[in-house]
């Protein structure tokens, strides 16, 4: 059964610092894979997506991703985080009924 | 291109109520899911369409939920007999085969 797990519930940085948000899936077989972000009262805005080809991929807003399939991970990172990054993060792995399932999510708070 | 556009945005209502959700998708966007997402947690697949016909319904899909899309095109979401545990966020997305989903706003359904 397809599944994702996003370890970190919560996670505090401060502005400008590195960031990496931890994404694990199961899937039997070659991903499709997505982040997403959503803003408290909002819909969920794609960041990125791994369909295939490069492992690392790049989205929007400066984050980038890298698929590692020999650890079932697709993490999300960022150089250099803005104040305004400050939402809750979402990684999903599409099944094959083209539904998507969602991981539990990781909220990301950014101290000045 | 408008985005994905959901109505309406809060719903109050008493327990024991039906309730009635729409959701506009992204003109030419022949697919169309639902999910629900509860506080703390992922969005969760409900169903979808492709074109006017229903596809996949999840087992979160009780025999109160009904879920039309009669044209094609906009997509109602009913609940019967409300209970408690519908209080939730009712997001709607819509998207091209195999390509990413984009989010509606969503409805937050709050059970008195």
């Known amino acids: 059964a397809q599944s994702v797990t996003q370890p970190d519930i919560h996670i505090t940085v401060s502005e400008g610092a590195s960031l990496e948000l931890r994404c694990n899936y199961s899937?039997?077989?070659?991903?499709?894979l997505f982040w997403y972000v959503q803003s408290p009262g909002q819909g969920l805005q794609l960041l990125l997506k791994y369909f295939s080809g490069d492992t690392l991929v790049q989205g929007i807003k400066g984050f980038e991703a890298e698929f590692k399939r020999s650890q079932s991970s697709f993490n999300l990172r960022k150089p250099s985080v803005h104040w305004s990054d400050a939402a809750e993060y979402f990684c999903a792995v599409q099944g094959p009924g083209n539904q998507f399932y969602f991981g539990t999510g990781t909220s990301l708070t950014v101290i000045p | 291109d408008t985005g994905v556009s959901q109505d309406p945005r809060h719903k109050i209502t008493k327990r024991g109520q039906n309730v009635t959700f729409r959701c506009d998708p992204i003109?030419?966007?022949?697919?169309l899911y639902w999910y629900r997402q509860t506080l703390g947690q992922g969005p969760e697949f409900l169903t979808y369409?492709?074109?006017?016909?229903?596809?996949?319904k999840s087992r979160l899909l009780s025999d109160r939920f009904s879920a039309e899309r009669p044209k094609g095109s906009f997509s109602t979401l009913e609940i019967q007999r409300t209970e408690q545990g519908d209080s939730a966020m009712y997001l709607c997305?819509?998207?091209?085969?195999?390509?990413?989903?984009?989010f509606g706003d969503g409805t937050r359904l709050s059970i008195l």
């Open positions: 997305a819509s998207s091209f085969p195999g390509e990413p989903q984009h």
């Open positions: 003109s030419e966007h022949n697919r």
């Open positions: 899937y039997g077989a070659t991903p499709y």
């Open positions: 369409f492709q074109n006017e016909a229903q596809l996949e």
